[in-house]
């Protein structure tokens, strides 16, 4: 009898935050609009838990998430709610409850509402605003469609299903899976395994170290790169592609665009395998003063190949095609245009 109470007691804490209907106090900011007073909701958690954040389509809102040393998941939140009036707003701030719960290793963020809403278009719409502080090296876990998101870690993983959100995050250490429409993303200092997808959207990353692998890619917006090294691939269509500062030291780097040009500069190049294939663009390529690699260079019938500030030796030359060395050739980078666009290689100086 003991031992089942005991397990009971222990399955799960759950903090839930819904008033009722007309009961919660709203202050009016004029034109329609409507806030709550701040709310908070928190449960017990461990260092590296896994944590679940899921709303309701019917919702949006901006949450800002920070890693830091406690030992419980808190959420302070207020609700911003437009609406035709005062009755109105009251009564859609009812319909809208927030649950965390916890158990072993998991803590559940839960932002509920009846979906579809009465609310909609452009004359109403019910959004949540919040903070939510969670144990050091945490998991996140977000299955939310229209929220933005600013994420501080450490932490070792965020993971989102597909959304049409903003993000801004850094320090993460092990895992990052993120999937956006129309949405920017901009993140530093991640390490680990990386997927970054954004369309209609511009990605900015700095100070990616790929131990794993890292996939950048977008369809109809820029990608934006700085302080990187690893294994790395980038794609893009309809965008741009600027790198500053890559290492190439071991790992492998692979740009694939069209219709994009592609503006790599390299800080080191050390037994490097790099590829860049474009489709009726510019690649431009800038190299550090000392520099030992193998160039093969190939391009369109109405494109040309330019190389300057580089000592290189020429090696097989055909038409719109190069193989150079510079130093003892131990780096390979090939570089090849389909349709119009030249490649420009160029030392540092």
């Not at 329609?32 to 928190?42: D, F, N, W």
Request: glycine content about 10%; overall charge neutral.
């Amino acid at each position: 009898m003991n031992k089942f109470y005991l397990r009971i007691i222990f399955v799960a804490t759950i903090t839930v935050l819904t008033p009722s209907p007309g009961a919660e106090e709203l202050i009016a900011r004029g034109d329609g609009r409507y806030i709550s007073t701040r709310s908070k909701a928190v449960a017990v958690a461990e260092e590296n838990v896994k944590v679940q954040i899921q709303s309701v389509s019917g919702l949006s809102g901006r949450i800002e998430i920070v890693a830091d040393r406690v030992s419980e998941a808190g959420f302070e939140f207020r609700k911003l709610i437009k609406a035709a009036d005062e009755k109105t707003a009251e009564q859609y701030a009812g319909l809208v409850s927030v649950v965390i719960e916890s158990q072993p290793g998991v803590v559940r963020l839960l932002l509920k509402a009846p979906n579809p809403g009465p609310w909609g278009g452009t004359d109403n719409a019910v959004q949540i605003e919040g903070k939510l502080i969670v144990p050091l090296h945490s998991r996140l876990d977000i299955d939310c469609q229209y929220y933005d998101f600013s994420i501080t870690g450490p932490l070792a993983e965020v993971s989102a299903k597909p959304s049409f959100g903003r993000y801004q995050l850094s320090d993460i250490s092990e895992k990052v899976n993120l999937i956006t429409t129309g949405g920017n993303i901009s993140a530093r200092d991640l390490k680990g395994d990386i997927i970054i997808k954004g369309e209609k959207a511009d990605l900015r990353v700095s100070g990616i170290t790929a131990d794993k692998q890292a996939r950048i890619a977008n369809k109809g917006g820029d990608i934006t790169m700085s302080d990187i090294s690893g294994n790395i691939e980038v794609q893009n269509d309809y965008g741009k592609i600027k790198i500053d500062r890559a290492r190439a030291d071991e790992g492998h780097l692979k740009i694939f665009g069209e219709f994009c040009p592609i503006d790599l500069e390299l800080a080191s190049l050390d037994n490097a395998r790099i590829i860049i294939n474009n489709k009726n663009d510019n690649i431009k390529i800038t190299l550090p003063d000392i520099s030992s690699v193998t160039f093969n260079l190939s391009v369109g019938a109405d494109s040309e190949i330019h190389v300057s500030k580089i000592p290189v030796l020429p090696g097989r030359i055909k038409p719109k095609y190069m193989e150079l060395t510079a130093g003892d050739g131990r780096s390979v980078i090939s570089a090849d245009i389909k349709g119009v666009g030249d490649i420009i290689i160029s030392g540092a100086k």
